[in-house]
């Protein structure tokens, strides 16, 4: 009906609607004007036989319902995520994987004939991907580096962000500067925790084991943390938490056994949530840029899509240091 209502054939008329360049801009005027006067809706299961592409991608977080609708980073990926896709014209699917049932339910949905490519995010070293993808044939782009991912990721400089802050933290006459690190079998928690060392290291501090707790990002492994340095270590007068949530935590901690931040003790944490503003006192933290990890994902994914058979891309975002008032002055 639209080709007869454009006096167009049928494969000129398909071809508009399919996006191909490769028909003069009159005769797309044309169609589309004809699309617009019948309502025309195309069939996507019969456009996706036609080009091959179903416009949807996949985001697997391999995370708990309760870190993902709980933790700020998520949502922060996720709307640059979203943005991008919109953005493209791109449909966005979102799945969570904390188990094999829930892997089993995924694996029989990511094939081509659903979506187009699949994000990844939070992966854990510890953890096989959920599904076979490179089987799949199906463009893949991780969130974060993963020991056991050599293809295309997107991240921040977690190294960089630790060691400024934990500078920053013996700038301000610290001596004896804790760490409550994100997971080790995380990339992220690892380069934290390197980040940490460096610059223990750099201000002339001695490396200390009693000084180091492993959290998983939340604001209760926070709590949890800063109670065992309190026990291990009550002198300590500084802390870089590897999340704003532990960070949060620990500041709770340190409240209950009467030490103050920051006049006895400094605390930084990472991520430059907006709870971080608000915090008492508000917290100085390492801003990671959420919304552009997510869109660099989405973008990156997008590109791949299109070349078919990609070299891997590998993009580092730089993050920032935010001094606030938890660590504003130097012990007295």
């Given at each position: 009906?639209?080709?007869?209502?454009?006096?167009?054939?049928?494969?000129?008329?398909?071809?508009?609607?399919?996006?191909?360049?490769?028909?003069?801009?009159?005769?797309?005027?044309?169609?589309?004007?004809?699309?617009?006067?019948?309502?025309?809706v195309?069939?996507?299961?019969?456009?996706?036989?036609?080009?091959?592409?179903?416009?949807?991608?996949?985001?697997?977080?391999?995370?708990?319902?309760?870190?993902?609708?709980g933790?700020?980073?998520?949502?922060?990926?996720?709307r640059?995520?979203?943005?991008?896709?919109?953005e493209?014209?791109?449909?966005?699917?979102?799945?969570?994987?904390?188990?094999?049932?829930?892997?089993?339910?995924?694996?029989?949905?990511?094939?081509?004939?659903h979506?187009?490519?699949?994000?990844?995010?939070?992966?854990h070293?510890?953890e096989?991907?959920?599904v076979?993808?490179?089987?799949?044939?199906?463009?893949?782009?991780?969130?974060?580096?993963?020991?056991?991912?050599?293809?295309s990721?997107?991240?921040?400089?977690?190294?960089?962000?630790?060691?400024?802050?934990?500078?920053?933290?013996?700038?301000?006459g610290?001596?004896?500067?804790?760490?409550?690190?994100?997971?080790?079998?995380?990339?992220?928690?690892?380069d934290?925790?390197?980040?940490?060392?460096?610059a223990?290291?750099?201000?002339?501090?001695?490396?200390?084991?009693?000084?180091?707790?492993?959290?998983?990002?939340?604001?209760?492994?926070?709590?949890?943390?800063?109670?065992?340095?309190?026990?291990?270590?009550?002198?300590?007068?500084?802390?870089?938490?590897?999340?704003?949530?532990?960070?949060?935590?620990?500041?709770?901690?340190?409240?209950?056994?009467?030490?103050?931040?920051?006049?006895?003790v400094?605390?930084?944490?990472f991520?430059?949530?907006?709870?971080?503003?608000?915090?008492?006192?508000?917290?100085?933290?390492?801003?990671?840029?959420?919304?552009?990890?997510?869109?660099?994902?989405?973008?990156?994914?997008?590109r791949?899509?299109?070349?078919?058979?990609?070299?891997?891309?590998?993009?580092?975002?730089?993050v920032?240091?935010?001094?606030r008032?938890?660590?504003?002055?130097?012990?007295?």
């Amino acid at each position: 009906m639209v080709a007869a209502l454009a006096g167009v054939g049928r494969g000129t008329a398909s071809r508009v609607i399919n996006g191909s360049p490769q028909v003069s801009e009159r005769t797309r005027e044309v169609v589309m004007q004809a699309v617009q006067e019948l309502g025309y809706v195309p069939n996507q299961a019969a456009r996706t036989l036609v080009t091959r592409r179903t416009d949807t991608v996949a985001l697997v977080i391999a995370e708990s319902e309760e870190r993902i609708f709980g933790e700020p980073f998520f949502a922060g990926v996720v709307r640059g995520i979203s943005s991008a896709l919109n953005e493209a014209s791109r449909q966005l699917v979102l799945s969570l994987v904390h188990d094999t049932d829930q892997a089993a339910r995924l694996g029989g949905y990511l094939t081509r004939q659903h979506v187009d490519g699949v994000l990844l995010l939070s992966l854990h070293d510890d953890e096989a991907f959920p599904v076979d993808l490179d089987a799949r044939g199906l463009p893949v782009v991780v969130g974060g580096r993963a020991a056991q991912w050599g293809g295309s990721f997107v991240d921040v400089d977690n190294v960089d962000g630790a060691r400024e802050a934990v500078a920053h933290l013996a700038d301000t006459g610290r001596r004896t500067i804790a760490t409550i690190s994100g997971p080790r079998a995380m990339a992220s928690g690892r380069d934290r925790l390197d980040g940490y060392t460096a610059a223990i290291r750099a201000a002339g501090l001695a490396y200390d084991e009693q000084l180091v707790v492993e959290g998983d990002f939340s604001e209760q492994s926070g709590w949890a943390g800063m109670e065992e340095l309190l026990a291990r270590r009550p002198d300590i007068d500084g802390v870089f938490a590897a999340s704003d949530l532990m960070a949060m935590g620990a500041m709770r901690s340190l409240r209950s056994h009467g030490r103050r931040v920051p006049q006895d003790v400094g605390v930084i944490g990472f991520d430059g949530t907006t709870a971080a503003e608000t915090s008492d006192p508000p917290l100085s933290t390492v801003r990671q840029p959420l919304i552009e990890l997510g869109r660099g994902m989405a973008e990156m994914l997008l590109r791949h899509v299109d070349a078919g058979d990609p070299a891997p891309e590998r993009l580092v975002l730089p993050v920032e240091l935010i001094v606030r008032a938890s660590t504003s002055r130097a012990p007295e």
